[in-house]
């Protein structure tokens, strides 16, 4: 267990995962019967071959990093290196996981999932760029701690990847656990790395040479401004939560993130809670605020 504490899992996700697991699972066992009576397409094999299928894509992606990543290591990208050591120590496991920079070609991403006992983060090359001593390296602490955040809490896992097999098919149900597990990841994020959120959310906003120039409250807020239903549908059919809503999220600290609604108007500001002095070091911040009822 961490001395830190760990951070808060989204209040919807384990229900949203219990019902998709739910879903899945019926599936699986209509497609087994079909394939007993002789009914056979190409879905009933796809779900029937499932568990190779995920374990034969899982091992090409892991392999795929092993042999075109670089291996970050302490005479290799040692500042993410060290970063990925502290989060998995924050996080009360039990070893780091691997982690790779990989070439961006201009996209913003990274990643983690894992292969086995195996677990491995991937940290595209432009997006890597912002911990550069003139721009946020506190951003990238926070993406690195939003992806390792995924490993702790079981995102990576084999048989939460089979029990989540349909989410593709369940496109507002499925998208909705994927965001509720992004928030999850968020607070993560937030405990390894408070002060790396705005900037981590103007990188994903602006990019990776315009991140400071975003306002971070000014984007928030418009979280409860923009409305309507196209609005709402973008966010539903979305994987990740809409920006200003995750924004308005890492913001409010004394609640979930916005899943199915857009938050109310009157936000708190950025900061430390009331009570916590000025300057406050992250890491007392993180854990008083990610053990916040969020």
């Not at 291996?71 to 790779?100: C, H, I, L, N, T």
């Not at 809490?153 to 509720?180: C, D, E, K």
């Not at 000025?278 to 911040?285: F, K, N, S, V, W």
Request: charged fraction near 15%; proline fraction near 7%; hydrophobic fraction near 45%.
């Amino acid at each position: 267990m961490s001395p830190f504490g760990m951070p808060a899992r989204h209040s919807w996700e384990i229900p949203l995962l219990v019902v998709v697991v739910l879903f899945t699972a019926v599936a699986y066992l209509l497609a087994f019967l079909l394939l007993f009576l002789g009914a056979v397409n190409q879905y009933v094999l796809i779900l029937v071959a499932a568990p190779l299928l995920i374990w034969f894509g899982r091992g090409i992606n892991f392999s795929s990093q092993r042999v075109n990543g670089v291996k970050m290591s302490p005479s290799q990208f040692p500042d993410g290196y060290r970063m990925v050591q502290e989060a998995a120590a924050r996080f009360g496991m039990a070893a780091a996981p691997d982690a790779y920079v990989v070439l961006g070609n201009g996209q913003i991403n990274a990643f983690a999932s894992g292969h086995g006992f195996r677990r491995y983060v991937v940290v595209y090359s432009d997006l890597f760029e912002i911990s550069g001593a003139a721009r946020e390296p506190d951003a990238l602490a926070f993406i690195i701690g939003h992806e390792v955040g995924h490993i702790a809490a079981g995102h990576t896992s084999y048989w939460r990847q089979l029990g989540m097999f349909l989410v593709p098919f369940l496109p507002i149900l499925g998208n909705s656990l994927i965001r509720a597990q992004e928030y999850t990841a968020d607070n993560h994020g937030y405990c390894h790395r408070p002060q790396g959120a705005p900037a981590a959310m103007g990188t994903l906003a602006a990019g990776k040479y315009l991140n400071s120039v975003v306002g971070f409250d000014e984007m928030a807020d418009r979280a409860a401004q923009e409305r309507g239903f196209f609005i709402w549908m973008v966010n539903a059919m979305a994987s990740h939560p809409v920006l200003t809503w995750r924004m308005w999220a890492l913001r409010d600290r004394t609640r979930h993130g916005r899943l199915f609604w857009r938050p109310n108007p009157v936000p708190p500001r950025f900061g430390p809670p009331t009570g916590l002095p000025p300057g406050h070091g992250h890491g007392g911040d993180a854990v008083t605020l990610s053990k916040a009822p969020l």
